[in-house]
């Protein structure tokens, strides 16, 4: 558990984001999340699939992992901040957890299962933030194979 | 990766299910599944959340996890089969990897996101075995905190 306060979702996503960059340094899929509860940033994570060679620790699910067995009235005042809009699994883990409000960094690069969230009745956010664009755009030129891989595609 | 070969679907649940009487050997939420690929066990899973203080190795995933990362062609002859029906999470990572097809033990003592996986195009098999009802009926008689836990109650 990390006690870093943040003021605001872009402080949070500025956590995410960090995740991710350390990801793609790292030779993974550069998407990161933040778990974010009564303002402090309760545990982070990163995909996996590279560095652990994981197929289901995608930034939010690691960071749900990393967080550890948590009480659902911790989950229910939480917040899910991650840096790309979440695929079905994670989207799924959210539900599972009863998370009700989602940060996105951007969905441009890959849309998820945010109507799936809306229509459960989670609160989702999209930042559209111009480095998180970023980074997936140069990854995905860099490494499509990886990347459709990723999200279950040939 | 294995090579038992399984006859049918009852073949494969029995795999499953022997999984999950594992796992409350261990003290675990007794909740198991294989992934079956041209007849053969490609993978076997439990829920993990006693045994690794996981929060996101249910049965399901574990399974994925541990046939490790498959190229989409593989997933796409794949059968998940589960002693029990699927959470969101479980449900989602069916869905992100485009599994066609998926066999239940059960869903009596829990019923999950079937009906997505249906609306997606998902072919959904409900055996409704009664080894896999009395395991579960037993383990949520003995255990309400951890089953609630595990589905995100309180």
């Avoid at 620790?57 to 809009?85: F, I, K, Q, W």
């Avoid at 690069?109 to 969230?117: H, K, V, Y």
Wanted: proline content about 3%; hydrophobic content about 50%; some cysteine.
């Amino acid at each position: 558990m990390e006690a870093r306060k943040v003021a605001d979702d872009g402080g949070a996503l500025a956590v995410a984001l960090a995740e991710a960059q350390a990801g793609r340094a790292e030779g993974g899929i550069p998407i990161g999340a933040a778990l974010i509860v009564d303002g402090e940033v309760r545990a982070v994570g990163r995909n996996r699939r590279v560095q652990a060679a994981s197929v289901i620790r995608h930034g939010e699910t690691d960071c749900l992992e990393n967080a550890g067995r948590l009480p659902a009235a911790v989950y229910a005042r939480a917040t899910m901040v991650t840096t790309l809009s979440p695929c079905d699994m994670c989207a799924g883990a959210i539900l599972l957890y009863k998370i009700p409000r989602v940060v996105i960094g951007e969905n441009r690069t890959f849309r998820g299962a945010e109507d799936l969230l809306r229509a459960r009745g989670v609160e989702v956010v999209v930042l559209d933030d111009a480095a998180c664009v970023a980074l997936m755009d140069s990854f995905i030129a860099a490494e499509p194979a990886l990347w459709h891989e990723d999200i279950g595609e040939a």
